[in-house]
């Protein structure tokens, strides 16, 4: 190999139901073409979940794959303590439940909203990673109070929503 030539990805651990994830610093690279990539494996059972994410790991794979499980850095996490509604926001959301037919609920239709997030792919996208076995393993995630979704409805139909791991 010349010094030139471009070194191949670390080796991909394959993780058995038992095994622990390992260190989030082994995840690869943005220069492995796969930035994040951390181990592939392992099942979407929720003490996996939770220990998956209390590491800031993720599952993201797509229908027919095998479990792959993420950590980029950066990561996006919300600190809801640190949360602050910008003004327009609040605004918005006031003249939306001003309305008599519209409502913001919360965990009224879990399910719901992880489905219909499931039936629409993002742009640019042929499919989607909320493959049935993820939309199951939500759902126990918040049958255990780690899941939340928040949804608006209009004229009693959810009109949208958003779904959240909350851990710690």
Do not use: N
């Not at 042929?126 to 608006?152: C, K």
């Amino acid at each position: 190999m010349s010094a030139s030539a471009e070194k191949p990805p670390p080796e991909l651990p394959i993780l058995r139901a038992q095994d622990p994830f390992p260190p989030v610093a082994q995840a690869w690279g943005a220069e492995h073409g796969a930035a994040g990539l951390l181990a592939v494996g392992k099942d979407l059972s929720l003490p996996s979940l939770q220990s998956a994410y209390a590491q800031g790991i993720f599952p993201w794979f797509g229908e027919g794959e095998p479990i792959l499980w993420w950590s980029p850095d950066p990561r996006m996490v919300l600190p809801v303590a640190d949360f602050k509604l910008h003004p327009s926001l609040k605004r918005r959301l006031k003249q939306f439940v001003r309305r008599p037919s519209c409502e913001i609920r919360v965990d009224h239709d879990f399910a719901a909203v992880v489905a219909a997030c499931a039936s629409s792919p993002r742009a640019g996208q042929a499919g989607t990673w909320i493959v049935p076995a993820m939309q199951a393993a939500y759902l126990d995630l918040h049958r255990a109070g780690l899941a939340h979704s928040i949804e608006t409805w209009v004229d009693g139909q959810l009109a949208g929503g958003l779904y959240c791991s909350a851990m710690g």
